[in-house]
């Protein structure tokens, strides 16, 4: 096929709904053949009915799960580690089992897929590339977002290890960390109006995000156009963090 992504396979996680969804159809309208790894069988099966993709029905958050999903899926050209969850408490509300729940999704898992793919990589030559998708949450004290915040803040670190270790092989890893995008997520975080109007004051260009605008941000990182792009922590966020 013609495209950008021709010939390239792409693994883009939590690939049901949302920012991942978007991400599958921009790919693959672009040439990618793309696997798609998400958790409801549903919503896997109507994306390849949708856009042609390989899919994976997997649970994240089991750490061997993980790593076998990404045994499977090899070999591939590219990452996007994209699948999250989010579980809103106050600090002094948050429990330990929602800390290991969201680390185990949001965090371990993006390692536990990224070292399988990076390993073939470096057996292979491969100079692949890799997107994780963080939030502004890792750089703002976001409310009742503590272990979410932490949560993407150790994706971030690890994207800066990642680049750190792997750029030597030719490999790039980045991080797009955006604001609240209208997905199901966001639905859930931010249907208080109350609380989407004192965010919305917050960013300059006073909006959330469309996912469109997220995944053309990760299709940008995952393409040669950013081939000097590495270890950045890239917020897509209408000018949230610098106001
Ligand atoms: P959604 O909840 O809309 O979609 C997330 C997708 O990931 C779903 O398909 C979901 O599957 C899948 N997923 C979640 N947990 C697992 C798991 N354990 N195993 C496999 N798949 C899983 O989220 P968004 O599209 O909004 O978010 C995508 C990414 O963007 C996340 O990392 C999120 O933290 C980040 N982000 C989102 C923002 C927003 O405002 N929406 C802002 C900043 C960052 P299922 O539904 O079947 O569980």
Known sequence: GAGRFAGRR?????????????????????????????????????LAAETGCRIHA????????????????????ALVNNAGIAELAPFVDTT????????????????????????????????????NVSSIASLWGTPDHAAYGASKAALDSLTM??????GPFGIRTNSVNPVVTLTPMAERAWSDPAKAGSMLA???????????????VIAFLLSDAASMVNGAILPVDGGFTVA
């Open 202 to 216: 917050r960013i300059p260009l006073r909006r959330f995000a469309q996912p469109e605008e997220v995944a053309s």
């Open 10 to 46: 792409i693994l883009v996680t939590g690939a049901g709904k949302g920012i991942g969804r978007v991400a599958v159809a921009m790919l693959a309208a672009e040439g990618a053949e793309v696997i798609a790894a998400s958790r409801a069988p549903d919503d896997l099966a109507s």
């Open 58 to 77: 997997v649970d994240l958050a089991d750490a061997a799960a993980a790593a076998a999903m990404a045994e499977a899926a090899l070999p591939v050209d």
């Open 161 to 166: 290890t990642m680049a750190q270790e792997l």
């Open 96 to 131: 330990a089992e929602m800390f290991d729940r969201i680390m185990a999704v949001n965090a371990r898992a993006p390692m536990l897929v990224a070292q399988v793919v990076a390993r073939d990589w470096i057996r292979r030559g491969v100079k692949g590339t890799i997107v």
